[in-house]
């Protein structure tokens, strides 16, 4: 078996080699060298210690992505205490219970997040401190206050003259299972769990990173942070494997709207994207879709000699909206639009889809977008195993399962839930249902969970419904729920679309009426949808942009 390294070795390492490099950015704002990253982890390590915080503590962090936020992250790993990332969109009672239940003595917190938590509601912590300047916000220890009043002072002693790379020196953990971080699911099944992931998980993601990346993107090339660093498919893709290479990462410290994103592309030319499919639909759909889809190109591509070249053309147009940069679109964290996916598979735009859940912090399969097969999330990827629970896994839907050193120790104060995930040989059970063809590609037909049984016992997957009909006009996104064996469509329309156009209430019904009926056409009997409701407002999502579907049911 291959070696598993220290991964807070690496990070010492990277620091030491990239010292005077250009580290992390908030976009628009300030920059970190490697240097300064190095400080104030020397800094908050001080902190830790004048505390009395001990290896293995845990310390939480909610706020939104900025290089603060990942100095105070890497600060947690290599001092040996264990991080606990939370996200910043969870409501003020959700970030309670996670403190509680993580028992963090420390808790760092954004501008956000400050205003809308109450430390009465978290009697066991210690201190929360500000990601802006690490600032005291609450303090109930004198130790703490004593350290943070003097922390100029405590590292002027450790450091008299300067601070170095020599001084550079990390906690390195003491088994490749030591705990490194819990990371709470949000999910869409309204449960969150503590998932524990030990550091030869975040090794073992990082390796694979580099396994298929590490040549093409270079030490200093720039990547842009868009989604949650807590959400583990931000952490490890967009900022520990970077961050480990040298790369130089720029952080959409507002929210991320198609425009901003879209700014942030044509500013920083970013070597790779990493995104959920939502964020790529709207790109395409606002910025790709309105040049082409006019008759004269509707003709040209439909004149075979010149086709081709016009579809060159699209692509190169499609390249620049993304920053005109990158090797390849990395989509991931929810299912793909069939329509968006089928157009970019047309005009040989680099783009591939992976699959992978927290519990596997968080990478399942995979494959380089010369290799993948459109339809698929890749195949298994280096240091995992993927099968199927099923008799025909080529034709026949079953329980994807998969193990190797990606998967977590189990989840946090929860041994029955660990026991029903992770079964005795070690197979993590991930509740999605898929097949795999002959050559380890893996399809994905939809969540266990999610699955509605028709009325005749039919296996219904919901997922697949939604898709045809997030294609049809003037839809945005869909949830599709069962009432008393009838399946009924909400849909969330394009409301801009609608305002612009002065359609009234009924216009607007009768538009999605006949989606109904278009959609039922392509679909069996038992799959007909009965009825449709619009919602105005969109669906409330979890950060990977998964609709909570238990709020609709």
């Known amino acids: 078996m291959e070696q598993i390294q220290s991964f807070n070795k690496l990070i010492e390492e990277s620091v030491i080699n990239n010292w005077d490099a250009d580290a992390l950015t908030d976009y628009k704002g300030q920059t970190l060298q490697f240097h300064d990253v190095a400080r104030k982890i020397e800094k908050l390590h001080i902190l830790f210690e004048n505390s009395g915080i001990q290896k293995g503590d845990k310390i939480a962090l909610c706020g939104r992505n900025s290089s603060q936020w990942a100095a105070a992250f890497l600060a947690t790993l290599t001092y040996g205490a264990v991080a606990v990332p939370i996200l910043h969109e969870f409501m003020a009672d959700q970030i309670h219970n996670i403190v509680n239940h993580s028992d963090a003595r420390i808790l760092f917190v954004g501008d956000h997040v400050g ?18 300047d690490y600032s005291l916000m609450v303090s109930r220890t004198d130790k703490l206050t004593y350290a943070r009043e003097h922390l100029n002072e405590l590292y002027g002693k450790k450091f008299p003259k300067y601070f170095r790379k020599e ?92 425009a901003i994103i879209a700014q942030a592309f044509a500013d920083i030319k970013p070597k790779i994207i990493i995104a959920v499919p939502l964020v ?51 989509i991931g964290g929810a299912a793909f639009n069939q329509e968006v996916e089928q157009f970019l598979k047309r005009i040989s735009f680099p783009y591939t889809v992976g699959y992978g859940a927290t519990e596997c912090a968080p990478i399942i399969c ?8 459109p339809g698929s999330c890749g195949k298994a990827v280096k240091h995992m195993e993927v099968k199927i629970d099923s008799r025909d896994p080529e034709n026949v839907p079953g329980e994807i399962l998969t193990r190797g050193l990606n998967v977590m120790l189990g989840y946090y104060k929860n041994e029955e839930a660990t026991r029903q995930t992770i079964d005795a040989e070690g197979w993590y059970h991930t509740g999605d ?79 999605m009426e006949q989606n109904r009926n278009t959609l039922n056409q392509q679909l069996p009997a038992y799959e007909k949808i009965s009825e449709v409701e619009i919602f105005e407002d969109e669906f409330a999502k979890t950060p990977k942009k998964s609709i909570k579907r238990y709020l609709y049911k």
């Open 115 to 132: 205003t809308i938590i109450d430390p009465q509601q978290m009697p066991h912590l210690e201190g929360i401190i500000s990601n802006t």
């Open 167 to 258: 001084h550079v020196h990390y906690y390195h953990e003491q088994s490749p299972d030591e705990l490194a971080l819990i990371n709470y699911t949000s999910g869409t099944t309204g449960f969150s769990k503590g998932v524990m992931l030990p550091y030869r998980a975040l090794w073992s993601n990082y390796d694979f990173a580099c396994s298929v990346l590490g040549k093409t993107i270079q030490k200093g090339d720039n990547v842009i942070s868009i989604l949650p660093m807590a959400h583990m498919y931000g952490m490890a893709f967009e900022f520990l494997f970077e961050f480990l290479h040298g790369c130089h990462t720029y952080y959409l410290n507002r929210t991320p709207s198609p």
């Open 280 to 330: 790529i639909e709207k790109i395409i759909r606002k910025k790709v879709f309105p040049k082409i889809q006019n008759n004269r190109m509707r003709l040209l591509l439909g004149m075979p000699v010149i086709s081709k070249k016009v579809r060159e053309m699209i692509c190169q147009e499609v390249v620049k909206a993304f920053g005109g940069n990158m090797y390849e679109v990395i």
């Open 366 to 373: 995979y494959a380089d977008w010369h290799d993948f097969k």
């Open 433 to 511: 249902l898929g097949t795999m063809d002959s050559e380890g590609n893996v399809f994905i037909n939809g969540r266990s969970k999610n699955m509605l049984l028709g009325a005749n016992g039919q296996n219904i997957y919901p997922e697949e419904i939604e898709d045809k009909l997030n294609s049809l006009p003037m839809v945005v996104e869909s949830i599709i729920v069962q009432r008393e064996n009838k399946l009924v469509a909400l849909i969330h329309p394009d409301m801009d679309e609608v305002r612009n156009m002065n359609f009234s209430t009924a216009e607007l019904e009768d538009i």
